[in-house]
């Protein structure tokens, strides 16, 4: 059973920068697909970005896009998320995710399609 376990977040002005990271223990993230996801006090869990492993597919939130880039690291074991020129709605716990399964391209931003999670990062964005 694989665990992950994120890092990279904190307290940031507007405009400025965050790289997350998601490491995973216990089994390999070459499996079908990684995601990020975060939630913002009172609000559901949503999605942000995923990547699809062996063919690198990204897919992002039109919230992000333009500002985010997912990507991963083989040799890591890792997949990294790079927030650019952030905004106070971008404040939240932040969350990895990874299956082991098929998703059909459709379903890659639900979360229920995700077996597993970390415990979460926050960010926070001042202005």
């Known amino acids: 059973q694989v665990q992950l376990v994120e890092s990279g977040g904190g307290l940031v002005q507007v405009g400025d920068s965050l790289r997350l990271s998601c490491a995973a223990s216990?089994?390999?993230?070459?499996?079908?697909?990684v995601g990020w996801f975060r939630q913002a006090p009172g609000k559901e869990r949503e999605f942000v970005a995923a990547?699809?492993?062996?063919?690198?597919?990204?897919y992002y939130a039109d919230s992000v896009k333009g500002r985010f880039t997912i990507s991963r690291d083989n040799t890591k074991n890792t997949v990294d998320l790079q927030m650019n020129s952030l905004k106070p709605e971008d404040t939240a716990v932040y969350y990895c995710?990874?299956?082991?399964?098929?998703?059909?391209?459709?379903?890659?931003?639900?979360?229920?399609?995700?077996?597993?999670w970390g415990q979460g990062t926050q960010v926070t964005v001042s202005s």
């Open positions: 995710a990874t299956t082991s399964l098929s998703i059909a391209q459709r379903f890659i931003e639900t979360k229920n399609s995700y077996s597993y």
């Open positions: 216990g089994s390999t993230l070459s499996s079908y697909a």
């Open positions: 990547i699809r492993w062996i063919f690198g597919s990204t």
